[in-house]
């Protein structure tokens, strides 16, 4: 029988357990704090990681009792180990340690982007080698070439300022609809013209950083444009504002993913990410990669936004790769690059 993996997330507002048997996913449970960071407009770190210390052991429960097993059946223990707050990651890493202490079970220690990218094979599969992946979120937006998700992950591009799931935030909250406002804008927006306002496309010149992202400018020129709407006493458009800054956000999104797949000559596109789960986001890349030949792969929304089935779907293919376990005193690292997918195991750099 294939190792049982549980997997813990805690890099941002989120608290998940997943448990994963090979790419069978048994359980994932998610206890969020959003509501408690709404009223900021935004997640505030302290909250996040007093909210992940008092949900932890009661979403370990929820997972064990979901897939119908008991701690002790565990195998090993996935953990994000980085990039994500300091405070949050602290308080997921010192859980993992715990429970692989007490249970004398093997840590990992993943890389959350890298898990974003595993997901997708409790979905449809063994991911194809090489592959190339798009993860956009509310921290991040990038572009990576996959030859082996466990081992080699090699950035190609990544947002310069504001990532796309932040700039929906913001704009979201120019428009006053509430925080988070990827779902929100996805919503009013289907009832808007999105090519009604030529809003920018950030990086797209013939000079610019091919596959870097830039969503700053778009994020100003929208508030300039409902700004000088309002001044003039005029009612704001809210579902065409919302469509059309939707609209320039995939388009670009989309045409370097697509430029990506054909310079590298990779066929197999995934997305994943929290605004993954955009229907916009899924419609134009479908059609676009359906146009140029390229598979697309893209997990459920569920499993797009932050979650524990992700880590242990990556800590399910480390073992299955036979990589070493990290060590008991492993480190988080809020700015974890790509290129580290497994911290803390003897041997690695």
Known sequence: MEPLVLGIET?????????????????????????????????????????????????????????????ADVDGIAVTAGPGLAGALLVGVAAAKAYAMALDKPLYGVNHLAAHVAVDQLEHGPLPQPCLALLVSGGHSSLLLVPDVTADVQPLGATIDDAAGEAFDKVARVLGLPFPGGPHIDRVARDGDPAAIDFPRGLTGPRDAVYDFSFSGLKTAVARWVEAREQAGETVPVATVAAAF?????????????????????????????????SRLRAVAEQRCAAAGIRLRVPRPKLCTDNGAMVAALGAELIARDRPASALDLPTDPSLPITEVLVGAPGLS
Do not use: W, Y
């Open 246 to 278: 939707q609209e320039a956000v995939v388009d670009v999104l989309t045409r370097k993913a697509v430029a990506a797949c054909r310079d590298h000559g990779v066929l197999d596109l995934v997305i994943g990410g929290g605004v993954a789960a955009n």
């Open 11 to 71: 890099s941002c507002d989120e608290t998940g357990v997943g448990l994963v048997r090979g790419t069978t996913l048994l359980a994932d449970a998610v206890a969020s704090s959003v509501a408690e960071h709404a009223r900021f407009g935004g997640v505030v770190p302290e909250v996040a990681s007093r909210a992940h210390l008092e949900a932890m052991l009661p979403t370990v429960d929820r997972a064990l009792s979901e897939a119908g097993v008991r701690l």
